[in-house]
Every structure is written in structure tokens, then in C-alpha cells.
């Protein structure tokens, strides 16, 4: 057990910034999503590592981790049920074409 | 200089793969491969938390993200045909500027991180996480107890649910 | 005597009534809404006038000067501040009488005149107003309050010159008159402007350490006051709007144009006149001066127009000329006789507006009977219109001067006034009044005598006006008769003091010769079908003659000077900046405010991802600031 807490920090900021390269580059929508959850677990990851390093005796960020676990789930059922429900209407998820939502 | 240990070893072949997995997952040109990227990345993040010793959490990831969100990810790709149309190009000003800003983000955040003393300290060793402790601070309600919060994300996961079968379901 | 508020307020509620609600009534209601609210006007004049000269007079024996009503309406500092309320002295009380009479008798008559015109309750409406403005004006108890009204009779009057507003003359003269005595009245507010500055009140009684710290500006504020009075009361040169104004009803020039609102400017010399004898006397030589000559040419051009009105507007400029002389010749030496001018201005004020109204309303009657202003139309309506004939000629006497009628006796004093002046410009006025027997008396031959235009008069019978036109007439007539004997210097003098009129027998018996010989002049010339000595006078003087016809060119000067010189030297110059720089500035502003927002607007582009970038790269904008500053 002697890697280095840096590491795992810089492979967390490599998931994160991917994450947001795809988020500003990507045009299909569950794309976007699959970059919204690369971010989320790198999110995860220095949670559950600064837990471990700093705090060893309490579990705070473990149950962090655990609950961003959760969420993450639940926002991707909901926005894939969006998906669906658009591409049913505009036979589409690219991000450009939908813009009929708007006010 | 110390002797390479194994878990050393295995720490580095899956942190060069959930790097490398991540950077495909938002390149690359077929989103079924983008979505496999991210399998692999998830499983990397698994092994991450089975190597800190939380193994509950590993154990978690591996089953709702890996096993059940992937495979949401799947078939949703599926059902809106998303793997014919992933060739379109965003306007290369555009390109250009997201990657400049990522890039910076990033060189910012690695000079934060390296210049900030974290290069010398590992993880100070720790024996497993035992599954009980988990659980028992997950329903306790005292000191560093998770019941409050447990039961707001069980009722955040059920709206979900109900707002899931809403939303999709045909009009 | 607070009753006097209600001779303002009736008619302002009875023009807001007709004006706001005046299209949903009928022509009857809203005339008779109108005509009675004035009757009622009318009568609380009188008893105003009654009540006012039975109150005991002073102990100096001059009429107290009562404030039924004030309220201070703009404090500046302790001394000055603008008031409204209603003042009462001999003249404004005087005034009250004249301007209620003659607007009751305006409405009566309109009945008839106006009978089925589009626009009926609009111009009862504007009747009410211009009542309200001008009894407003004579009761003011500050000179800013009578700048006010003054202003308001000025609107009236606009209205009312363009009543006929689909006519382009009509429009054209309506705004020649208002920019006219516009811009005269902007003499007047600077005028008041110094008053209130160096005197320090705008009070017509100043104090007496105000007028100390005043007295070296008092000529000038008083003069430029006169111009304001000159631009309402159409002295030379400002007199250009009043022939055009005739565009207007008829009824209106009677009202508006000859009895009351053009006498403004004589009334206010008049509420000045303590201040301009005692510090500004040359002032008031000035407008002496002023008003002989505005006698004289005014009297030249009324011998050869040939519009009926153009003959009256002249005449009644002329006449106010009569009246602004004998202001003018006062004199504060003998303060009792210096100021015998006040009165005889003041006398011939109240006869003139009589007379002149019951002219304009027989011309209107006329007017009525052969539809057109033009003089050839008529000729020997005697035979048809009786009533109007008579009562037309009681008029024509009374300008002219003949005993036993109104003008007389005004005319008389004035005469002497100016005699007691200079001879010789007792000697003029004489002249003059000559004239104005002679132009009138070959007005009315010119309408009731001479060669009558048969076939026009075949076609349309001329026929006699309604009593509703009719009896107006024969009040203003009866007035007219016996208002010469009303004992005048009893009631208004110059130094309040009561003035026994005495006539001047040199005086009186000359300017009846005069008058006897100009008025047998116009008989010779105009009374017969043929007018061969009058056609020979202007075959021989061709010059003189077109010119006079062209009022001596007036209105060319006026537009030379205004398109010529102060357009194109002024106005473009003023317009170009405007245009280009004040303008140029604000399109500036509008020009960069659109192009910044064209510049922002495709940011807003709806696209969530395009805001996550600029939001991140703010975030490490701000992130690098932090670490490079701290």
C-alpha cells in the first residue's frame, strides 16, 4: 500500500478534464452523459482518496462516494428517460437540432 | 530506492488504462466504443477502491455503475439509433476552444496538485474495510452515522423511478 | 365680496364640461350650457361692479384695491412668489363688466351665426376658455399670474382663429398669430423676468425698498413688458397676425379681436402705469409714439382694403393705437390732470370694445346675408337688413366721433389729453380721427349704399338675421348710445381721485368738424353707384394706391426678414448642429448600444455546452487571478 496520493489525484483530474472535453465537444446527448459520468467518478475517486489519506477513522467520504453512487444512477435514469422521450418526438438527440425547447 | 510492489504494478497498468479509456470515451467516433471506454474506466475506479480497501464501495461500483448503468447506457444507445449518427463535427472554433480550456483547467489543476506537497505522501496502511462497519454506520444515527441522509437518497431514488416511468412512458 | 372666484371658475367648469362631454350633447344643449353659464358671469360682473364702486371710497379718495381671493401658488423666497387670485380696482372691475358683456352677447349671437356648423360645442368650449383666460388676465393679482393667462388667452385665440381648421388660411393664420404673439411674449417674460429679479417681487405694488434697488432697471423690464403688450395689442410692427386672424368666426374677431383680448395690452400698461410715471416715463413717451403711428398706418391702410373685416381689423388696430397714446401721453407733473390720458384710455377702452363689437357682429350679420367678406358683393343692403343697417350706423357715428355717442366722449378726452401733451400730437390724432370717420363712413356706404350687386343679390336674396343675431345688435347699439354719458372719470382715473369730464369745447368742436367734413368727404366719394373721384385718386397715386392695398408691404418685410435673415442665418445653423451633433450624439449612443447587443446577442446562443465553456474558462480566469495575486 505505498502508492502515492497523487496518483490517484492526477488520474482523477485526467477522468475529470476528459469529462469536460467531452462535454463541450460532444453533440449526441448521451455522449454528453457518458462525459457528465466520467466527471462524476473522478468526483468519486478523490472523495474516497481523501477520506482514506486524511481521515482513516471516520468514513465520511466512503459514504460520499457511496451516495454520489447513487445519484449518479438516479440522474441517468431520469435523463435517459428524457432521451427517450425526445427522440420519440424528434427522431433525434443531437444537442444542435433541439432546440425547440426553448422559451 | 524501494522495491516495485505488485500492487504498485497493478496500480499502474490500471491507471494508465482508465486514463487512456477515459480520453477514448470522449473521442472516440462510435459511442458503443465510448461506451465500453467507460466500462472499462469504472471498472479501473473499482479496482481504485478495492486497492484503498473500501471494498463495500468497490463492490457498489461495480454492481450499479458497471453492471447496471452501462447496460442502461446500452440500450438507450440502441433504442435511439445513436451509433449512426456520431460523425458530425462541431465547428473547429468551437473544437478549439473547448480544448484550450480543458487544456488549461487541467494544466492549472496538475500544477495545483503537484506544487501542493501531495508527490511524497502515500496512503498510510489500513486492513480492509469490514462490510459490518459499513453497515452499521450506514442505519446508526449517532456521531458519523448515515441514516438521515440513507433514507433521503432512498426517497431521491424512488422520485426518480416514478419521474423515470413518467417521462418515457407514450403519451 | 368672495363671490368673484365664481366668475372664474364658472367658465372653466362650463369649458370643461362642453369640451370633455360637448359631443355627446346636441348643438341646442351645449350652446345653451354655454350662454347661460356667461348670463350667470354676466350678472356677478355687474353685481361685482356694483358692489365695488357703492363701497365708501378711502380717505384719500381713491377706491380701495381689494383681494377677495389669493393663494400663494410658487414661493421662490419670502417676497417672491407667484399667487393666483382675484384683485379688484376700478379697472379691473372695469374690465370684468366689459369682457362679461361682450362675451354674453358673442354667445347669444352665435346661436345664430353658428347654427348647424360642425364643431358647435368645440367652439362654445373655446368661448368658455377664452373667457376664463381673459377674466383670468384683468383680475390677476401678480404679473405672472396675468403672464399665465396671457399665454391662455393665447391659446384661446389660436383655437379659436383655426376653428375652421380644414381652410389652410385658416391654419395659417392661427399659427401666424400664435408665433407672433409668441414672440413678442417672450419680451414680456423677460421683462418680468428682470422685474422680479431687481425688484424682487412680482407684486403690481412693490415696496418701496425694491423699487430703490429696482428703479435703474425699471425702464427696461417696463419697456419689454410694452413689447409683449405690443405683440397681443398688434402695434406696428408686430400687428401683422390681427388681419389674418379674421380667418376666424366672425363672432370670434368680435369677441376675441376687437373687444377684448387685443385690448391686453393697453390693460396692461395700464396695471403698470403708477410704476411706468413714476420711474419709466420715457418709457412711456414711447409707447405714445408707438401708438401714433400704429394710428396713422393702420388708419392709411383701412381707406382702401376692400374685405369688410380687413376694414375693421385695421380700424380696431388703429384705434388701439388711440389708446396707447393716450396712455402714453400722461405726464406725472400735475399728477390730477397729467393722468387725464388713463382715463380717456381706459374710457375709450370700455366705448371701443362696445362699438367695435356691435361692428363686427353687423358684419357678421352681413356676412351671413351675401356669404363673402368681399365689399363688391354688397352695396345697398339697406333695403334688406333694416336692423343691422341702423344699428351699424349708430356704430360707425361712435367711432367717428359724432355727439351724442360713446366715441365722442372717449375720443374727446383722449384729443385733449394730447393737446395738454404736444399740439402737435393733438394736431395728429385729430388727423387721424378724421381718417377713421372717413374709412368707416366708406365701409358702410361701401355696404349699404352704392351700386348694389344686382344679379348676385337675384340669385340670393339677402335677408335679415335671426333675433338671435338681431338682439345682440340692438343691446350693443343701446350701449353704444348712452355709454358717453356714463360718468367715467367718477369711476377710473389715474390717480384714483374722482375726475368731473368736462369737455373741451376748442377740442370738441374741432375734431366734430373734422369729423362732419371727412364723413361729407365719404359721402361724396362712396355714396353714389359710380365712385369716380375715388377711381381717379387711385388711377393718379397707382403706387400709393397698391401699396396701401398691400398694407405698405408689411407682411413682405416680415417675411424677408424671418425666411431670409433669420432662417437662413439662425434657424439652419441651429438645425445643422441639432442635426448632426445633438442628434449624430444621441444616434451614437443608440448606434453602440445596438451594436454591442448585436456583438453579445450570438452568445446567447441557447447551446448549454457553449455557456459550460465560457463558465469554465471564467472559473480558470478567476482561479489564476487568485494564485497570481495572492
Known sequence: MEVHVICYLLVGAVMLFAGVYGFFTRRNLLATLISVELMLNAANINFAVFNRYLFPGVLEGHFFSLFGIAISAAETAVAIAIMINVYRNVRNIQTDDISDLKG | MEEITLQQVIFGIVALMMMVCSVLAVTSGKILRAATALLFVLFGTSVFYFI???????????????????????FSILLTRSDKNMNERIPRGRWFAALATTVAGFVLVAFLLLGHGFADTVIPALEELNPGTVGEALIGTGKYQFVLPFEGVSVLLLACMIGAIMIARKH | MEYTILILLLPVLSFLLLALAGMKMSHRVSGLIGTVVLGAVAALSYMAAYDYFSLPRQADGTFATLVPWNAVWLPFTESLHIDMGVLLDPISVMMLVVISTVSFMVHIYSFGYMKGERGFQRYYAFLSLFTFSMLGLVVATNIFQMYVFWELVGVSSYLLIGFYYTKPEAIAASKKAFIVTRFADLGFLIGILIYGFYVGTFSFTPTETGLMQGAMMLPLALGLMFVGGAGKSAMFPLHIWLPDAMEGPTPVSALIHAATMVVAGVYQVARMFPLYIAYAPDTLHIVAYVGAFTAFYAASVACVQSDIKRVLAFSTISQIGFMMVALGVCTGAPSHEGGLGYMASMFHLFTHAMFKALLFLGAGCIIHAVHSNEMSTMGGLRKYMPVTHITFLIACLAISGIPPFSGFFSKDEILTACFAFSPVMGWIMTLIAGMTAFYMFRLYYGIFWGRENKELHAAHVPHESPLSMTFPLMVLAAITCVAGFIPFGHFVTGDGLSYDIHLDATV?????????????????????????????????????????????????????????????????PVAWFDRHVVDGFMNFLAWAANASGEEVQPMQSGRIQAYVLWFMAGIIVLTLMLLLCV
Open chain 2, 52 to 74: 484503498l480497501g473500501y471494498t463495500y464501495l468497490g463492490a457498489v461500483q461495480l454492481s450499479v455503475y458497471a453492471g447496471g448503468i452501462v447496460v442502461l447506457y446500452v
Open chain 3, 508 to 572: 370738441a368742436a374741432t375734431s366734430c368738424v373734422v369729423a362732419v367734413v371727412a364723413i361729407a368727404l365719404a359721402t361724396f366719394m362712396y355714396a353714389r353707384d359710380t365712385q369716380p373721384v375715388a377711381d381717379a385718386l387711385a388711377r393718379r397715386f397707382p403706387r400709393l394706391h397698391e401699396a396701401a392695398y398691400r398694407r405698405f408691404y408689411m407682411d413682405e418685410a416680415w417675411l424677408f426678414v424671418t425666411k431670409r435673415i433669420i432662417f437662413r442665418c439662425v434657424s439652419r
